[in-house]
Nanobody
Framework: QVQLVESGGGLVQAGGSLRLSCAAS????????MGWFRQIPGQERELVAF????????YHADSVRGRFTISRDNAKNTAYLQMNSLKPEDTAVYYC?????????????????WGQGTQVTVSS
């Protein structure tokens, strides 16, 4: 059974940093991609970043590029989202998700497993 477990969320002041972790189990993640999404209540889910596990190639949304960095640790089967220079508008529930190979990774519908989410709150 595939499981994704996020951790690392919390409350931080604007300008601060947090690192989210997504511990993955139940599949050979070297063949998959991992993404981080966020959602504000009442708004659509937004792609933040994704990483192709086998190559380490990454994508970051314009809204976070230069501030957030996605990475992975093969040995720990864990993906990370390092978030620096946080802004109040980054406040959301953050989810990690896994996508099989060959999928269009910009679309959340192509991810087949999701974590439970972790709240990030940035105060001004």
């Amino acid at each position: 059974q595939v499981q994704l477990v996020e951790s690392g969320g919390g409350l931080v002041q604007a300008g601060g940093s947090l690192r989210l972790s997504c511990a993955a189990s139940g599949r050979t993640f070297s063949r998959y991609a991992m993404g981080w999404f966020r959602q504000i209540p009442g708004q659509e889910r937004e792609l933040v970043a994704f990483i192709i596990w086998s190559t380490g190639n990454t994508y970051h949304a314009d809204s976070v590029r230069g501030r957030f960095t996605i990475s992975r640790d093969n040995a720990k089967n864990t993906a990370y989202l390092q978030m620096n220079s946080l802004k109040p508008e980054d406040t959301a529930v953050y989810y990690c998700a896994s996508a099989p190979p060959g999928r269009w990774l910009q679309d959340g519908k192509n991810y087949d497993y999701w974590g439970q989410g972790t709240q990030v709150t940035v105060s001004s």
